[in-house]
């Protein structure tokens, strides 16, 4: 029999406490998979006497989490989470030491990943996380292992289960953005601070992750542009409906003869394709690889069990005697794409405008955007009462980016309009 | 820089010739991922003449299949296909020598893969057969190395791309399933002798593997009940949607509390549930992978660069150094586990019948159904004229398959009873 291998664990948080404890109740059905004993070694957390579900009493415990990487084991999961410290002086430490890693730490790798991923590399030692991209869906492996064949066209996904939670309970419940959005919190399915998730940085930080794996990037959160879903209203829920299409916050990830363009922002997908009727907490990226066509993947994407799932792969792995560059490329190859700029956009658009009810309003916007060569596909107007406000709200045809905000800009100062003008891009992806 | 890896390949057809392709046109790239270069270093084929889009000129040539075995080569790639020779031999003949193999061929491993897999890990090399189930979909990686955390409750999915191109062809036009399937011919959807697809035994294959994969048994295709699609008439397809549902053809392999349920069977899906919008020759799977929830993987599971697409894969991964068992525990521990006996199997169910416009004739089809104790959830009566036949259509609450059947056989006798009644399960995943 080859030697235990030995995983010590920083963090005993959610995930933390469940990669303890399925190593302690599944680590002989794991160890037969791995093909050698999985023990864990060491663990650390910020307070040793908290009461915790999984019984670590026995396991050797240290306080200072770099500290950590010189424990005596061959790989150290961080599930201590945050961008900077300790973290990321724990991550270094045990790559220093020729220790493999496994983390969960999106913040972190979306920024210093290149640098780690190279440092690992150098150390001859793996740098695994499955986990810090939508959690449980074994989207990391794919792109790192399997769908490189053809190459990737783009990918765009629902990478943040708290926004589709809020945007699903939007439409299926009529209420409005801050109610539901309260009532998530009281679930628990929104933190207390819900910044990160419903203005979109969570999906940016997994966005960077996912195209730095398909394109050979360094992954850098900075190239993300990123928005978030405050300004959903039910009406935009409702009028994409009708349109027959969904609202959803997608991360998009896509070369273009114009460099590469990476977004974070709501956009209408068609009911009826595969992300449309991803719903609650759920999270889907759709790969388009190249002649091997568009390969979609579901799950849950945040969470206790679908995050532990994707550690203890990653644990499982490097067990094995898997290797290989962390982002699928070696990290000294990963070279950065210059960014699409946003005048080589292009995409069709839902419109909404709130108007008075006044003589001539259509004819204003309509030619605005005849002006800057939009063009509509469909229309609806619907009016209330005779002297309250108007909703025109459209569907256009494919058209830039920059044309349409600039018809909107002017469209905007009209004082027949009541309130800036809504736009959403149409994802066909 | 480390030795060339080098691949010997059988076959040079659709797949074999993508492969060959690909590692000629695209192997600079994949070499840098597999961090070490990827050569072709011998092919077979039946024809050495046929002209071929590949370029295999330069590429040393092998007569005889069984012969690569003896390639100078690290690994043999089979896609011959068929069942048993030259496939069997070659591949056992390659793992003896201690190359590790990559294969697509399904109904080989459906029935052999247990004992090959104890070759390989006799042998020390690996055995991957990534496009084997559900072509380009890395569904195989996704069992063996990602969803082990929590166990795998059960699996279903779409397996074959011809039944689902056919069900979805006979739903978009209303035409029957034999004009469907000539079409499906004419535009090379489906073979000449459609039998293992529309017969269910090609999903059957699959699912075999995939069961394998999720929980521990060896691969056993006579293990699998097998049902096709023949019998599916456009009226089920309507009236299925009537009732809100679509119907599949699924593999579905689940552990019970009476033993191991594999079935390959036509069955309806809730519209809105993940497999229900999987299209034409699209094929997906969902595992239900314990507490981490289910997880669908989507894609296309057939044709040249799907296939290619997974083999390749295979080859890098093993390139890299990939190595453990072929299902994923060691081949000695595969034990099977005893069948679910269908009495066990409870579910909700969809029955046709198609009667004389008789009285009387509702009243005796449901004191049948009544005194087997299946009791009916919903209900449509369409008549057409006076005295000609009528359909009734219901779907039952869930009850046992067997109580179902007993309560058909009795009613079928009736000569108020125009056809065999049709009964279709209701897989609610």
């Not at 010590?8 to 791995?34: C, K, P, Y």
């Not at 439409?171 to 919190?185: P, S, Y």
């Not at 679930?187 to 997994?206: F, L, N, T």
């Amino acid at each position: 029999m080859i030697e235990p291998f030995r995983i010590a664990l920083a963090g005993l948080g959610h995930v933390g406490g469940g990669v303890a404890q399925i190593l302690l109740t599944r680590g002989a059905e794991l160890s037969r998979r791995a093909g050698r004993e999985l023990q864990l070694a060491a663990v650390c957390a910020r307070d040793r006497h908290k009461p915790r579900r999984a019984d670590v009493s026995s396991i050797p415990w240290i306080d200072d989490a770099v500290a950590l990487a010189n424990a005596d084991a061959d790989l150290v999961v961080e599930v201590i989470g945050g961008e900077g410290e300790p973290a990321l002086s724990l991550i270094r430490a045990a790559l220093e030491n020729r220790k493999a890693v496994v983390t969960a730490n999106k913040a972190l790798l979306a920024t210093h990943g290149a640098q780690l991923a190279m440092l690992a590399e150098e150390r001859g030692v793996p740098l695994r996380f499955e986990a810090a991209a939508a959690g449980g869906i074994p989207i990391v492996k794919g792109l790192r292992q399997s769908l490189i064949t053809y190459g990737i066209d783009g990918i765009h996904g629902i990478l943040n289960g708290t926004c589709n939670y809020i945007l699903t309970q939007m439409e299926a419940t009529g209420r409005a953005f801050a109610e539901v959005l309260a009532e998530a919190q009281a679930r628990g399915y929104a933190e207390a601070d819900p910044e990160m998730d419903v203005g979109g940085m969570d999906s940016a930080h997994k966005l960077a992750l996912l195209s730095a794996l398909a394109f050979g990037v360094p992954p850098d959160v900075r190239a993300v542009r990123v928005e978030g879903i405050r300004h959903i209203s039910r009406a935009d829920i409702a009028f994409a409906k009708e349109f027959n299409y969904r609202i959803k916050l997608l991360g998009i990830a896509r070369q273009t003869p114009h460099g590469l363009d990476q977004r974070v922002q709501p956009a209408l997908v068609r009911l009826g394709t595969p992300l449309a009727d991803v719903g609650f907490v759920f999270n889907a990226v759709v790969a388009n690889a190249g002649a091997a066509g568009p390969f979609t993947f579901e799950g849950r994407g945040a969470g206790e069990e679908p995050t532990t799932s994707a550690v203890i792969s990653d644990i499982v792995d490097i067990a094995r005697g898997e290797r290989g560059p962390a982002f699928g490329w070696p990290a000294k190859e990963l070279r950065a794409i210059p960014p699409a700029p946003p005048d080589a956009h292009v995409s069709a658009y839902y419109l909404r405008f709130d108007v008075r009810d006044l003589p001539g309003v259509l004819a204003e916007i309509s030619t605005y955007l005849a002006r800057e060569d939009v063009s509509i596909e469909s229309m609806i107007q619907r009016g209330r009462n005779p002297g309250e406000p108007v909703a025109i709200v459209m569907v256009t045809h494919e058209c830039s980016e920059t044309a349409v905000s600039r018809a909107l800009t002017a469209i905007g100062i009209s004082d027949k309009i009541l309130a800036p003008p809504c736009m959403i891009p149409i994802e066909n992806g």
